[in-house]
């Protein structure tokens, strides 16, 4: 049985040890293996077979080039992925708590590459590019960064909601326009009747429109 001093100085050690290499912890060290690690091997697993789906269109003419649109978002996604857990693996700091945060960026990856890749030549046509962008280099670069993809979406949301509102403040003025025109209308016809008669029947009739004018404040 260990001595009470030779367990406190073993703990001394092991506590010394885990701040002399701290980020590292037995399981970020574990993490960083890939053959340890489930979601790093799902991902490489699906950016083989997304390399698959890109190329299967060159092989095969009848297959629909959606297929190689989401080759190449699945592409995209997997570099980034791959690219990103990398800076970490190298140094044994991969936290296993950030594997959900993988998938989902993943799966995001996944589905702006996509919505480029089918969408983008639209969005892009009337835009000078030093490039040609086909649908599958845009699911690429859309599989890559999601985040560019959704700010791509978020300015043309805003940009509807401007027109939508824009459209409704100019129907909203061409009423009150009106209002305004048949009141004017009906203000200066009633001053002309007002006008008509003699002199003390023009006071009374200038008085009693006034009246009317007040109450209708």
């Given at each position: 049985?260990?001595?009470?001093s030779?367990l406190n100085?073993?703990?001394?050690?092991?506590?010394?040890?885990?701040?002399?290499?701290r980020?590292?912890?037995?399981?970020?060290?574990?993490?960083?293996?890939?053959k340890?690690?489930?979601t790093?091997?799902?991902?490489i697993?699906?950016?083989l077979i997304s390399f698959v789906?890109?190329i299967?269109?060159?092989a095969?003419?009848?297959i629909?080039k959606?297929v190689?649109?989401?080759?190449?978002?699945g592409?995209?996604?997997?570099f980034?992925?791959?690219y990103?857990?990398?800076k970490?693996?190298?140094?044994?700091?991969?936290?296993p708590?950030?594997?959900q945060k993988?998938i989902?960026n993943?799966?995001l990856?996944l589905?702006?590459?996509?919505?480029?890749g089918?969408?983008g030549?639209d969005l892009l046509?009337?835009?000078?590019?030093?490039f040609?962008?086909?649908?599958?280099?845009?699911?690429?670069?859309?599989?890559f960064?999601?985040?560019?993809v959704?700010?791509?979406?978020q300015?043309?949301?805003?940009t509807l909601?401007t027109?939508?509102k824009g459209?409704?403040?100019?129907?909203?003025?061409v009423k009150?326009?009106?209002?305004?025109?048949?009141?004017?209308?009906?203000?200066?016809s009633?001053?002309h009747?007002a006008?008509?008669?003699?002199e003390?029947?023009i006071?009374q009739n200038?008085?009693?429109?006034?009246?009317e004018l007040?109450d209708?404040?």
């Open positions: 049985m260990s001595h009470p030779e100085r073993a703990l001394k050690v092991h506590s010394e040890l885990c701040r002399l290499i980020p590292v912890t037995p399981e970020s060290i574990r993490a960083s293996r890939v340890d690690n489930l790093l091997q799902g991902i697993l699906a950016g789906l890109f299967l269109p060159l095969a003419q009848d629909p959606f190689q649109i989401l080759g190449a978002a592409l995209g996604s997997t980034h992925a791959l990103t857990a990398n970490y693996l190298h140094r044994s700091t991969f936290n708590k950030y594997n993988y989902i993943f799966a990856g589905f702006a590459g996509s919505i480029l089918m969408f030549t046509a009337n835009r000078q590019t030093s040609f962008l086909t649908p599958s280099l845009l699911a690429l670069v859309g599989g960064s999601a985040e560019a959704a700010q791509i979406l300015r043309i949301a805003d909601v027109l939508i459209s409704s403040r100019d129907k909203n003025q009150t326009d009106k209002a305004i025109e048949r009141a004017n209308g009906h203000l200066a009633k001053l009747q006008l008509e008669g003699d003390q029947q006071r200038v008085e009693k429109l006034l009246k007040l209708r404040r």
